[in-house]
């Protein structure tokens, strides 16, 4: 009589590892490109990173790809952000945290999608990817400050988001981060009195 086969029990590697180790990649990526520009070599981030080449490139086999996990990487970051401001904050001041978040992110987008559009790859559906994600976002944010009557029915998100990213994108000097947010409390301060006209 035939014995059945063993199976092996070896468990295998948590996968939790390697989720970290990509994480830690893209946030060393993102450094790297903020710092030199989007002409770091993988060779510089891995070692950044402190891991190999080989667990780099098991991640991110190509250049490109590098560039696309970190730019999708900081656009899920600021998504997330915004339900955990709205659980610790006023609705109002969680809008502004995430104008704030949503500057940062500017400021690395304009290095990444240089060279996201000097890449080889099609890049069309990451970008409307991204803006989706934005979008959705940034309404759902003036959703709940309309409900906590803070602002006026009115306000549209995609105003905000139009003015904010319309100043951090045209401003190269080194002191345009603090200027972002002195605009965004201004924005915020126009808001609330607008809001408290209406009542």
Request: aromatic share 8%.
């Amino acid at each position: 009589m035939a014995t059945a086969k063993k199976t092996s029990t070896t468990p295998r590697k948590p996968r939790a590892d390697a989720e970290r180790n990509r994480h830690r990649l893209a946030e060393v990526a993102k450094e790297a490109f903020a710092e030199h520009g989007g002409d770091v070599t993988l060779d510089e981030i891995a070692k950044r990173a402190g891991v190999g080449i080989g667990t780099l490139y098991r991640h991110f086999p190509t250049r490109d790809a590098m560039l696309q996990a970190v730019y999708r990487h900081e656009v899920e970051q600021l998504a997330a952000a915004a339900t955990t401001l709205l659980e610790t904050m006023k609705p109002l001041d969680a809008l502004r945290a995430w104008l704030r978040l949503f500057a940062e992110y500017i400021g690395t987008k304009k290095i990444i999608v240089q060279a996201l559009s000097a890449a080889t790859s099609d890049n069309a559906a990451l970008f409307e990817y991204s803006s989706t994600q934005i979008n959705v976002t940034a309404n759902r944010l003036i959703a709940r400050a309309i409900e906590n009557g803070d602002v006026h029915k009115d306000v549209r998100a995609l105003d905000l988001l139009y003015a904010v990213f319309g100043f951090s994108k045209a401003n190269d000097q080194t002191d345009w981060v603090p200027r972002a947010y002195r605009l965004i409390d201004i924005l915020i301060a126009g808001l609330a009195n607008v809001s408290a006209d209406a009542k």
